[in-house]
Every structure is written in C-alpha cells, then in structure tokens.
C-alpha cells in the first residue's frame, strides 16, 4: 500500500485522480493549498511515497513545496501537474528536483504509468 | 362598525377614525401647500423639489436591486451547493469510472447509463447549464478517452441543444458563451452557421467565431490569416495561441506563407511566434526577407524570432544590419547572437560591451557573451581585468545563475 | 449690491449643479462599464493567460519601511499570485528594525551583484539579494537608504525591474490572487493599437517620426477596499467584511463610491485623473520617460498618472487609462481620527501641489482632454469644492444671522442636496454588489448603504476640514512630521456638498 499525497487547488482533480489510481493500491490524501500541505507534511514527518502537485497555489506554490521536499535526507519522488505549459516553469520545475510532469488535461494511463513508474 | 357593541371598543374606534380624519386632512393640507409652493416657486427650486421625488425613488430602487441580487445570488449558491456534488459523484461514477474504459472500446461504441442522470432536476436549464459546465470543467482536467465519454454525454443528454439556442439569441455574450462551450468541447458547427459571425458587428463575437473555426471547421481552417484585416490584439493572439496549440488533429500549415504575403502585421508577427514553436526551419528565409520591413516593431519580432529558432545563417546578417538599426532592434540583435551562441561574434560582442554608450545594450551585449561561453573560456582574459567599474558589474550580473534577466 | 447678489447665486447654483449633473453621468457610464464587464466576464476564461507563452511580464514592485512583523507572509503572498512571467521586487527602504534580516533568513537570500541602470534618480541603492532556492526565484531584494518617500523606494523599484509594465503596491496590501491577470488585461485589448512606429527614418536623427494611429494604454488600476474587519491570514484574505468601526467603514463606503462609480466612469471616457498609489499597474517606458515618482510630491500617485499623460500628450501619443471595476486589493484604512486626519491633510496638501506644478496644462488646449477636462475638474470639483463649501457656509451663517434667508426654499434645496448624495453612494453600492456579491449577508450590504445617511453630518465636514488643512500647510510651507510610509492619496474625497442660495 503505497502513500500518495496530491495538493492541488481545484476541487475535481483529487476525485479524478483518486478514480485513476486503484484505491487497492495506493491510498490517496488530498490537500487544497500550500500551507495544508506543508502542515500535512510536517505532521506526517514527510511520510508519503510519492507526491504530486500543482504549482500555483494560495500560502506557498508548488516549487516552494519541493524545494522542501528535495532538500530533506530521503527525497520523496515529485510529479508536477500544471496547465502552465510555460517551458521556463517546467524547467524550473525540473531543477529544483521534479521528476516528472504532466500538463492539464491529464491522460489517465499516463498518469498510472508514470506513478508506476516512480514508485517501482 | 355599527355590529360593535362594546361601547369602549367603539369609543376608541371613533377617537382613531377621528385621528384618521385629522390625519388625512393634514396630508391633504401639506399636499395643498407643496403644490402651492412649487407652483409659486422660481425654477431652479421647482427642478429640485422634482429632483428630491428622483432621489427617493432611484435610492428605493437601489435597495430593492441590492435585495433582490443577493438573495438570486444566495438562491442559486444555494442550489447549485446541493447539485454540484451530485453531478460529480455521477460523472464519477458514471462516467471515469466506466467498465468499458478498462476494455480500449472506442469512446464512440460506449452506451452510457443516462438513467441516474435523468434524477437531476434537468427540466431546468440552470441545472443543465451547471452540468454543462462540469462537464467542461471535468475536460479541463482530463483528455483521452475520458474525455471523448464526457462529450458522449453531454451530447447523449441533448445538452447542446441549449448552447445552439445559445448561439442564436440576439445577445452578442450568449452568442460567444455558446461558441466558447461548443469549442471546449470539441463540438462540430457547420461553417455556415459560424462564417456569419466572424463578420460580426461586435469584436468579441468576431473574435469568438474565428477561433471556433479554427478549432472546429473541417475546411482550411487558418482561411482567416489571409483575409483578417483588422489588427489580432494580444489578447485574441493568447487565445488563438491556445486553440491552435491545443487542437489535435489539426494539419499545422507552413506559417512562412503569411509571413511573406499578409499585409496585416499583426497576423505576420503572431505567424512568428508559431514559428517558434513549432520549430518552423523552412520559414527562416522568409524572415530574412522581413528584415527589410519600415516597421521597426515587426523587424524587431522577426530578429527575436531568428534568434529563438537559432538560425546560424542569419548571424552575419544581423550583425551586418546592426549599426543602423533603433536600440530595440539592436538590443534583439544582442540577444539573438546570445541565443544562437555559434561564437563566431564574440569580438562584436567585446566591442559592444566595452565601447556601447546605452546602458541596454551594454547589458545585453554581456549577457550574450556568457551565453557564447566567452567568459568561461577566457578568464584570464586582459579585457576582463581592465573593464570599468560599471561594466564589472554588468558582467558579474549576468554571469550570476541566480539572476534570469 | 443687488446685482452683485444675483451673479454670485447664479454661480454658485451652476457650480452645484454641474457637480450634481456630473455625478449623475459618471453613474450611468460607470453602469455601462459594469454591465460590459459582466458580459465579458460570462465568458472569458483568465486561465489562459497562465498557460500562455505570450503572456506579458510583469515587475510587482512593493517598498517596505520597518514592516518586520508582516513582511514574510505579506512577500510569501505577492509570490503565490497567479502569473508566470513575473518578478517581485521588494525594497527595502532603510528600515530601522529587523525586515531586511527577516527576509534574508526566510527567503535564503544572498548578496548579490546587480547591473543596476540609474534611469531615475533616487537615494543610494546600497545592496541586492536574490535566493539561492530557485523556488523564489522571482524575488528581489533591494536595500536603499531611506528617502523619506514611497515614491523615492519605488523609483528603485522601477529602475532594477527587468519587465516592460509593473505593478505597484504597498507590501502591507493583501491582493487578490487573480490581480495581474485581470489588470493587465486592458494593456492587452488595446495594446496592438498602441503607437507603433512606421514610415521613413528621419534622416536628420534616424528616428520613424510617423505613427499609427492608436492608443496606448499606459497604466491600469482596480478598485481598492478597507481589510481592517477582514479576515486575514498570513496575507490571504478569508472572509470579507466591511469594518465594524465607523470611521474605516465610512472609508469603505468612500473607496467603493470613488472607484466603482467615479473612476470606472471617468475610464469609460478615458479621462482618469489619477491611479491609485495602493495598486496600479503602469507601462515602465513611458513611466521611465515621464521621470518616475516624484519623491517630494505629497500625491505622487496623481502627479505621475499627469506627468505621463502629459508626455503622450507632447509626443503626439494617443494613450488611454482604464480602471476595472473589481476589487483586487485590500488594504489597511486609518482607524482613528489621528492618522486618518494625517492621511486626509497630506491628500490636501498633495492636491493643492499638483494644482500648482501642473497649472501650465489646465485649460490648454494643447493637452485635449487632459487639459480641458480633467484637470479643470479636478482643479474645480476637487481642489476648489472644500474652499467654495466652506465660503458658502460661512455666507449661508451671515445671512441666517441678517435674516435674510428664505426657510422655505432653503430647506427644499438642502433636503435635494442631501437626498441626492445619499442616492449616488448607494447607487455605488448597488453597481459594486453586481460586479461581485462582496461580503457574506444583505444585512452588511444595508449596513455600508445606511451610511450614507450619516455622511454628510459627519464624515464630510471632517474630510473638508482636514483638506483646508492640508492647503494651509502647502501654503504656508510648513514641514510635516510624518515622512516616511504614510498610506498613499487614492481617490480625492467626493460629493461635496453644494450650499445654494
């Protein structure tokens, strides 16, 4: 059982991708903003396998939040998902750490695989 | 008021019919005196005795306004707090999670259960609005197969009847609301109905009709770049970005064709930022030739742009233009050179570095240089030891990895 | 003697009426505006603009004096808004107390060297910082001694920003997250009709002399609220509330009566006389060109919207001004009546300044618009309204005491007066509740609009008075105490009260 925390700002994608990921094998925790997020982290002294998020938020954006993230002992792997298809904040995204990234409108599979992917 | 037989009840009754009488007199006496005075009264208080009846009213009907907006605006918060959830659980259900999905049955053979749908209050047309927009805004979050089935429904559940009502109401807002759903989901209009509108009075609804076209017409859909004679403002360029961008299954033409021959130079300096995306390397030539263009701005855009695709072979010729043209032209130059970095102009660079009076060009000159590896490959470089204070600094600014600009 | 008495009531009651008249047109085409711009909200998607390569960049530019208690989360919010292309700079103003080491040690800043290009003069910029964390890597730190000005820090600002527009702020301003987005809007709708040049080089300076004809917009603003009964955490704003006590809350019936029916009128005739210093959003070249901020101008937000206006003007620049009509930027209202008549004394004096610097432009024809219009309103509807009030009380108390006012019509014309103002401030409620149901119940709607029956007894003559105020002291030349971050002159006080006789 694999634990995966999405932040994400809109209300629809965590029950989108709480559909696309099977619930028999990855537990999904959701939070709307950056400082519910940091908090949830925190409290769970950064106990998640792996992490995907947005990148503009209220209280802290994404980048903020893998800085955090990749700048810990055991990095916990990153998927960014934006609709900023902005090359410059995708790069951005990938220095600071990001291990991949996927642009809104999501294609479910790819989604599956590449979380697959990261938690093999 | 004779059937009262309680004597104090009809005594009191008789004093308050009384007080009634007086009252009603009094009103008449004080309606006696207004019209007295304002027939008596000179002009300009006459327009303020009309004005005081204008101010109470309009200030009664701004309350009454403010009323009624927030209690609708309550109303529907209210209904669409209880359908929202609804809908997305049976999108959800419904919808994402369709067994067949797992099957790789094409989207368009999938028969959806509309039955659970039928439970929502759909003889509405906010209710059905609402679920329009979920539906649209389920799309922006997910493509693909999902996304087909999204529009299955919305088409299954005869919801687009209501955005070609939509699409014929004789208010220019509906009208592109309409064209804004039918594009976002993907819909087909017939080029009859939308040609109409993009000769439209209103500039929005031109505007509108032009990107649906793009994204929806069958037939040549860039058709607009050859006739558009009104200028593409930056805002109609973000969203014709978009759409172009983001339409699969759209043959992207060679955009050097409008660069040479459009004489509208919004539609030539937007054909330039498609070429850089696309990554157009046949369009170089044709930008070369717009080098020759009067229009600074456009020549500008075009020396961004060559710099942008990396063009190797335009570099002498930039350098060749560089002294006569207005600093914005140069300073596009100076970059340029830093983004193709082919190092072959490093000696021009030096030169503007140390001996440019404008601070920009300076700045950018530096700038291309570290981009050129220059400073990298000669640190010891007696130049770099001697320069001025200023320009150390300049230097020191753009070698710097923390700072982009 | 008779005669004399005549002339000067004529006068008098054509001056209230042309004000009465005026407010009565800005409230039509200030409904028209807000009528457009919820048709075009309907249906345009902002989003758009995020995921855009040709998105505008944008410097947000924010001076800090001695802000150390809120200053991370106040920068922490002006980083999150959404945009991509855009830098925050932050200047740091000589602070006296710990804002500058607060920032460095949250932001993981560095001392960095900076190609810092002088275009406008300002006190000594003494050093620059960016983070080592590339997740805020859109700051900039500047420390700069004090120039005892916000225009002096933000003047630095304008010079270290590397975007062609920028938006300038108070740090201690909570903005609304979707700010730059929908501000920068107007630049774009307009902005390919801008004044580009074409045609022949000049062979004398090599300069295209010949331009389109188009209008450039120079700078937009938006409108502006009291925060002090918002809920507000860590710079975002929770829950919007108008405040409780009754001196902001007045403020907040003002601001919405200022912005939503005053300048988003004058923007519908392209005629805006002044941008706020709160929250505006200016195109950098021509700001540049104009000379930036003047820092010893008490009403520098003013003084610069005229100094640009006017160099489009002298270079045969066509230009526009527009202001929407949502509110994106809660800010701190004086709470008492201490700082409040500061604020208001400095609006005075600021006023009085431009009215004097700018008397060149005021009824030349040169300057269209600008010259014939705006400023003449400003010189007589602003400047001149708290001076003629308080002559007209004064005659108005001369005659009652030589028995020679006429109770009846007098009374008529105050109840008109005082009805008509009532009806233009709730009218201004009414079109800001259409653009957006602001606060959570009718009952705080009806509680703002009520308070436009007070108004005229209490808060106008305060607002009067400490005009007067601020005049004297331009006249005399007196300096004032207070230098440094005072809040910045919005709107200038309205609907004076006309005493006809």
């Known amino acids: 059982m694999k634990k995966i925390l999405l932040i994400e700002d809109d209300e629809i994608m965590p029950k989108i991708v709480a559909r696309i990921l099977p619930s028999t094998e990855y537990r999904l925790e959701h939070a709307s903003n950056g400082k519910e997020a940091l908090q949830l982290l925190e409290e769970t002294s950064y106990a998640y396998d792996l992490i995907i998020t947005d990148i503009m938020m209220p209280y802290a954006n994404g980048f903020e939040i893998l800085s955090k993230i990749k700048h810990r002992d055991r990095p916990i792997p990153v998927i960014i998902i934006s609709n900023a298809g902005n090359e410059d904040m995708i790069m951005e995204g990938f220095k600071l750490g990001a291990d991949d990234f996927l642009k809104k409108p999501i294609l479910p599979a790819e989604l599956l695989i590449r979380v697959k992917k990261l938690l093999m | ?405 | 003697m008779y005669s004399l008495k005549i002339l000067l009531s004529t006068l008098i009651f054509i001056y209230g009426a042309f004000i009465l008249l005026m407010y009565g047109i800005l409230a039509v085409l200030s409904y028209r505006s807000i009528q457009l711009f919820r048709k075009h909200n309907s249906f345009t998607d902002f989003n758009q603009l995020l995921e855009s390569p040709l998105a505008p960049g944008i410097s947000v530019i924010a001076p800090a004096f001695n802000e150390g208690l809120t200053i991370i989360s106040n920068v922490r919010s002006l980083l999150t808004l959404n945009y991509t292309r855009f830098e925050v700079i932050i200047i740091n103003d000589g602070s006296t107390d710990d804002t500058l080491n607060k920032l460095i040690k949250a932001f993981e800043l560095i001392e960095i060297e900076f190609a810092y290009h002088e275009r406008i003069k300002t006190q000594p910029v003494r050093r620059f910082f960016k983070s080592i964390n590339i997740a805020y890597e859109k700051l900039l730190v500047i420390d700069k001694i004090n120039g005892k000005s916000k225009a002096d820090a933000s003047n630095a600002g304008i010079n270290a920003a590397s975007f062609n527009y920028f938006l300038c702020t108070d740090v201690d301003s909570v903005l609304e997250k979707d700010t730059l987005l929908r501000m920068v809007k107007p630049f774009m709708t307009e902005e390919l009709r801008q004044t580009k040049e074409v045609g022949e080089p000049c062979p004398e300076c090599g300069h295209v002399h010949v331009t389109e004809d188009s209008k450039r917009v120079i700078a937009t603003g938006a409108t502006l609220r009291i925060a002090n009964s918002c809920e507000v955490e860590e710079g975002e704003i929770l829950r919007v509330r108008p405040p409780m006590n009754p001196l902001p809350r007045f403020q907040e019936m003002e601001y919405v009566r200022s912005y939503v029916l005053g300048k988003v009128g004058w923007s519908m005739m392209n005629s805006v006389p002044n941008v706020s210093g709160g929250l505006g959003l200016f195109d950098k070249e021509i700001a540049i060109k104009a000379g930036g901020y003047d820092s010893k101008s008490f009403a520098e937000d003013m003084d610069i919207v005229t100094r640009m206006s006017a160099y489009m003007m002298d270079n045969h620049q066509q230009y526009a001004i527009r202001y929407i009509p949502t509110t994106q930027c809660w800010t701190e209202g004086p709470p008492n009546m201490t700082i409040f008549g500061r604020q208001r004394t400095r609006w005075g004096r600021g006023l009085s300044e431009i009215m004097n610097m700018h008397s060149q432009l005021i009824f030349n024809p040169r300057y269209k618009k600008l010259g014939m219009l705006v400023l003449p309103y400003n010189l007589f509807f602003e400047f001149l309204a708290p001076i003629i009030e308080f002559v007209g009380l004064i005659i108005y108390l001369y005659l009652i005491f030589t028995h020679q006012v006429y109770w009846l019509y007098a009374t008529i014309l105050l109840i008109f007066a005082y009805l008509y103002s009532v009806m233009i401030t709730t009218l201004a409620i009414c079109w800001d509740q259409l653009t957006y149901r602001y606060y959570r119940s009718w009952r705080e709607v009806m509680g703002l609009a009520l308070m436009a029956y007070l108004e005229p007894f209490i808060y106008h003559p305060l607002i009067m008075f400490f005009a007067l105020r601020g005049y004297w002291f331009f006249l005399t030349g007196k300096k004032t105490p207070w230098g440094n971050m005072q809040r910045q002159g919005f709107g200038q006080p309205t609907a004076p009260f006309p005493k006809l006789k």
């Open chain 2, 1 to 405: 008021m004779s059937q009262i037989d309680n004597p104090t009840l009809s005594a009191s009754v008789e004093t308050v019919s009384s007080y009634l009488e007086t009252a009603f007199t009094s009103v008449k006496a004080a309606t006696r005196f207004l019209e007295n005075t304002f027939l008596n009264a000179p002009i300009t208080i006459q327009i303020a005795m009309v004005f005081i009846i204008i101010a109470i009213v309009t200030t009664a009907l701004a309350y009454i306004s403010i009323l009624r907006n927030r209690y609708r605006g309550y109303r529907t918060d209210k209904k669409l707090a209880r359908l929202c959830p609804r809908i997305d659980n049976l999108l959800i259900d419904e919808v994402l999670s369709h067994p067949s999905l797992q099957q790789h049955v094409p989207p368009d053979e999938i028969q959806l259960n509309i039955a659970p749908f039928e439970q929502l209050p759909l003889h509405r047309r906010w209710a059905r609005q609402a679920l329009t927009g979920r539906i649209i805004h389920f799309r922006r979050n997910v493509r693909g197969n999902i996304g087909l089935l999204l529009r299955n429904l919305y088409m299954q559940l005869d919801l687009d009847n209501d955005t070609l009502k939509k699409l014929k109401s004789r208010h220019w807002e509906k009208k592109v609301q309409a064209l804004t759903e039918l594009t976002s989901l993907d819909m087909f209009i017939s080029d009859v109905t939308i040609l109409p509108m993009t000769n439209d009075r209103n500039r929005e609804l031109r505007a509108a009709a032009r990107h649906a076209y793009i994204k929806l017409s069958k037939n040549e859909p860039f058709k607009f770049f050859d006739i558009a004679k009104e200028p593409l403002l930056m805002w109609d360029q973000v969203e014709l970005f978009r759409t172009i961008t983001s339409t699969e299954n759209i043959a992207i033409p060679n955009f050097a064709r409008w660069i040479i021959y459009s004489g509208n130079k919004s539609v030539i300096s937007f054909c330039l930022k498609l070429v850089v995306y696309y990554n157009q390397h046949n369009a170089v030539p044709a930008i070369l030739r717009l080098l020759e263009t009067k229009d600074h701005y456009l020549r500008a855009d075009a020396i961004n742009c060559l710099g942008k695709l990396r063009a190797r072979i335009a570099e002498d010729k930039l350098v060749a233009l560089y002294s006569h043209q207005p600093i914005p032209c140069q300073i596009e130059i100076l970059k340029a050179l830093g983004r193709i970095g082919s190092g072959e102009h490093v000696e021009f660079l030096k030169t503007e570095f140390l001996h440019a009076t404008d601070f920009d060009l300076r700045k950018h000159a530096a700038k291309s240089l570290v981009r050129n590896q220059w400073v990298s490959d000669h640190p010891g470089d007696e130049l770099l030891s001697s320069v001025s204070q200023e320009n150390l600094r300049i230097l020191r600014h753009c070698m710097n990895p923390l700072i982009k600009y």
